[in-house]
Structure formats: structure tokens, C-alpha cells
Nanobody, 119 residues
Framework: QVHLVESGGGLVQAGGSLRLSCAAS??????????LGWYRQAQGKQRELVAT???????EYGNFVRGRFAISRDDAKFTADLQMTSLKPDDTAVYYC???????????WGQGTQVTVSS
């Protein structure tokens, strides 16, 4: 079982930046084969994709990102970071890290970290 811990959330003013980090631990046999990602869930809304990064470095972003966020991974450290810039109040949500083994149903989620953007 893989355990994920997010950090870096907090309160920031609109236009500001935050860097979220996800640290993976546990039974990680080949993290380079796994997709890492970030999702978010705002109050009263469904969870939505923020960004994912495959083991080969291919990334995917939610439509709302529009160049403001960047996901990265460091397989040697078992981490996945999300650099967020030009934050808006609409970005306020709990941000969750996820690890996924492609071609399988295996997903594991972190507990989430709160991001609040004030206007």
C-alpha cells in the first residue's frame, strides 16, 4: 500500500503563488511506472482534475489551469509537486494527490490540503 501526504496548502491573496508537494511512501516498487496527479474539490462541487504527470513526463492539465500551474515529479524522492501561480478565488478547494498504476484500477489518494485564495 502506498501512503501519500500532501503539504504546502494555505491562505494566499489573489494573484499569489503556492507550491504543493506530495510525498509517497510505502510499497512503491516502481514509481516510474505510475502516474501521479493532483485533483481538487471545492465546497459543494465535484472533484476535478488539476494536473497529472506520467512516468515518461507527459502532463495533462484541467482546462481551467490555462498555463498557471505546473506539475513535476522527482521519482528519486518519491514526490510530485504542483506549482500554482496567478491564483484566483475560484481556485479555493481541497487539493488531493493521487497515484495511479496505468492499465489497472489501482488508485490511492492522499488526505488533501486546503488552499484558500482571498480576493
Amino acid at each position: 500500500q502506498v501512503h501519500l501526504v500532501e503539504s504546502g496548502g494555505g491562505l494566499v491573496q489573489a494573484g499569489g503563488s503556492l507550491r504543493l508537494s506530495c510525498a509517497a511512501s510505502g510499497s512503491i516498487h516502481s514509481i516510474s511506472d505510475m502516474d501521479l496527479g493532483w485533483y481538487r474539490q471545492a465546497q459543494g462541487k465535484q472533484r476535478e482534475l488539476v494536473a497529472t504527470i506520467r512516468g515518461d513526463g507527459i502532463t495533462e492539465y484541467g482546462n481551467f489551469v490555462r498555463g498557471r500551474f505546473a506539475i513535476s515529479r522527482d521519482d528519486a524522492k518519491f514526490t510530485a509537486d504542483l506549482q500554482m501561480t496567478s491564483l484566483k478565488p475560484d481556485d479555493t478547494a481541497v487539493y488531493y494527490c493521487v497515484i495511479h498504476l496505468p492499465g489497472t484500477e489501482y488508485h490511492n489518494w492522499g488526505q488533501g490540503t486546503q488552499v484558500t485564495v482571498s480576493s
